[in-house]
């Protein structure tokens, strides 16, 4: 492994155990090339499990395979840089097979000269659920 690579995956190691997010990086073909520690939490695979596989035949629900595909190879193009509107939110299937709500967003990330996509994921479902006792809904 290159240096510089090495360099990258370390700080996104350091950062993923800072924030309370899964990163998760993928190459052109959406394959997983980098699965944090907080991922593995989140969705019940380990990094050696994920590694190389294409992220939304994964993690997404098969009604979603199309609108997460599409937005990766937008993201995924040349140059392009981080937009606002892809902060998403999507119902993503965890390993043991529970749906849970994330918001996901994405950014391009050049490596080794080639454009990634870094995302980052977070869990929204304590954040509906709070939503949800404000209104008075029980739950």
Same mark, same amino acid.
């Given at each position: 492994?290159?240096?510089?690579?090495?360099?990258?995956?370390?700080?996104?190691?350091?950062?993923?155990?800072?924030?309370?997010?899964?990163?998760?990086?993928?190459?052109?073909?959406?394959?997983?090339?980098?699965?944090?520690?907080?991922?593995?939490?989140?969705?019940?695979?380990?990094?050696?499990?994920?590694?190389?596989?294409?992220?939304?035949? #994964?993690?997404?629900?098969?009604?979603?395979?199309? *609108?997460? !595909?599409?937005?990766?190879?937008? %993201? +995924?193009?040349?140059?392009? @840089?981080?937009?606002?509107?892809? #902060?998403?939110?999507?119902?993503?299937?965890?390993? *043991?097979? !529970?749906?849970?709500?994330?918001? %996901? +967003?994405?950014?391009?990330? @050049?490596?080794?000269?080639?454009?990634?996509?870094?995302?980052?994921?977070?869990?929204?479902?304590?954040?509906?659920?709070?939503?949800?006792?404000?209104?008075?809904?029980?739950?």
């Amino acid at each position: 492994m290159e240096p510089a690579l090495k360099e990258i995956l370390e700080k996104l190691r350091n950062a993923g155990s800072a924030v309370q997010c899964a990163l998760i990086m993928i190459d052109e073909k959406c394959r997983v090339t980098f699965w944090s520690e907080s991922a593995e939490m989140l969705f019940c695979y380990t990094a050696d499990e994920i590694i190389g596989i294409e992220l939304f035949k #994964i993690v997404s629900p098969a009604d979603y395979h199309n *609108d997460f !595909e599409t937005t990766l190879q937008i %993201l +995924s193009k040349p140059g392009m @840089k981080f937009l606002p509107d892809s #902060i998403k939110e999507f119902r993503a299937l965890r390993k *043991d097979g !529970e749906m849970l709500p994330i918001k %996901l +967003s994405f950014s391009p990330i @050049k490596v080794q000269d080639k454009w990634n996509t870094l995302a980052i994921v977070k869990d929204i479902k304590e954040v509906n659920r709070s939503g949800i006792r404000k209104r008075g809904i029980k739950v």
